[in-house]
């Protein structure tokens, strides 16, 4: 752990070097960053991590800069390493870095390694001070999925409209290309979620479009969003244990709806995702028969959420999440609670100071839908979680 705090202390300086040289050229370079150390403990099952054991294996870091090398051009970038089990392992990427041209109100654009908006809280996800709770609802936040929806190499177009009495409109036009490797939290995910399936590789994904609509109605403090995302994508795997087969999933799509109300200290807001595809599974073989087919159907998740500013130092918010599985194979056994997972969640967040904040909750789980068996090999449908986070921001 040490050394990987270290890699990112010289990143930072190095970048720093080269910003002190762009100063000469261009405006003021904005610099901030967080760190972030947290703990996740479950009373029964594995959870995103080993937290039935407790883990803090849990972590984030980051650091961005930004400024403007003329009046209408912006460029930036951010160096981030999380840590989540398995998952990231405190490597530190670059995971956003873009020039971004503003024409006019109604029409700028970004272009190279842009974040994904996908609904309200996708491409804010990273700044842990933005947010009450811990974990973002599960439901269409799902902490495994983050590295394969949270950017694209690509263009994109954006823009702000009034329309008078009906108020304001916000868009996001995007495309572009993204990876998932075999090791990411989105492979790990797809294995968690279909048991038949194991040992992925050759993950190839095609061309990912975007759309993202946000609308600020005449009422103060209500905004209205919504999201379309869509790709192709295939991969090689074993199916049960030990046919080589090719997974085909084309025509997939993902949808959010989203509302909030701000009033005062008060905030309330609610999400319906849903996800739409095609997967076929043929056998690695001469003419690729197919040998299986996932359901064509969607399948509805959502939260509601609320939270509340009761002092300068202290916030608490609850959410209800329901999940439900992306697809389901035609053969699986009707477990009804491995195709859902229900969370009541309840949290508080303390601000010890403008620059650090620690944060507790806890979760009331009914469900089994991308959950991990615990230690001893046996799964629960009724079980807890807890989480403590400290983060410090500039």
């Not at 090689?236 to 999933?249: E, N």
């Amino acid at each position: 752990m040490k050394k990987v705090y270290l890699r990112l202390i010289i990143s930072s300086l190095i970048v720093l070097n080269i910003g002190d040289v762009s100063l000469l050229m261009a405006g003021e370079v904005d610099i901030h960053g967080f760190i972030s150390q947290g703990y996740l403990k479950s009373d029964k099952n594995n959870y995103l991590a080993g937290t039935d054991d407790g883990t803090f294996q849990f972590n984030e870091m980051g650091i961005n800069f930004t400024t403007y090398a003329t009046k209408r051009l912006k460029i930036g970038c951010q160096f981030f390493a999380r840590d989540l089990g398995d998952v990231g392992n405190d490597e530190i990427v670059v995971n956003w870095a873009f020039a971004e041209y503003n024409l006019k109100n109604w029409l700028g654009f970004r272009s190279g390694l842009i974040k994904v908006p996908f609904g309200f809280y996708n491409d804010t996800r990273d700044y842990d001070s933005l947010r009450t709770e811990i974990l973002l609802p599960g439901s269409v936040y799902n902490e495994l999925f983050r590295d394969g929806g949270n950017n694209i190499k690509g263009i994109e177009f954006f823009g702000t409209q009034s329309m008078g009495p009906m108020g304001m409109v916000k868009y996001q036009l995007l495309t572009g290309d993204t990876q998932i490797p075999e090791e990411s939290g989105t492979a790990s995910l797809v294995l968690l979620t279909n048991p038949q399936i194991s040992a992925p590789s050759n993950i190839d994904v095609g061309r990912v479009y975007t759309a993202y609509f946000q609308w600020f109605p005449p009422i103060d403090g209500l905004r209205l969003a919504g999201t379309c995302y869509k790709l192709d994508y295939k991969f090689d795997a074993l199916f049960s244990g030990a046919l080589p087969v090719r997974v085909d999933t084309t025509s997939a799509k993902w949808y959010v709806v989203s509302a909030e109300y701000t009033w005062n200290d008060l905030t309330l807001s609610a999400e319906n995702y849903i996800f739409d595809t095609d997967v076929a599974i043929h056998l690695l073989s001469d003419g690729m028969p197919k040998i299986a087919d996932m359901d064509k159907e969607s399948k509805e998740s959502y939260f509601l959420k609320l939270s509340y500013r009761l002092t300068d130092w202290l916030e608490a918010g609850y959410y209800y999440s329901r999940a439900t599985p992306h697809f389901s194979m035609e053969s699986e056994a009707t477990n009804k609670d491995a195709e859902k997972l229900e969370d009541n969640c309840l949290s508080f967040r303390f601000d010890i100071n403008p620059s650090w904040l620690v944060k507790l909750e806890a979760h009331l789980m009914n469900g089994e839908y991308g959950v991990g068996p615990d230690d001893d090999g046996r799964t629960y449908s009724e079980w807890m979680l807890f989480g403590a986070k400290m983060t410090f921001a500039f």
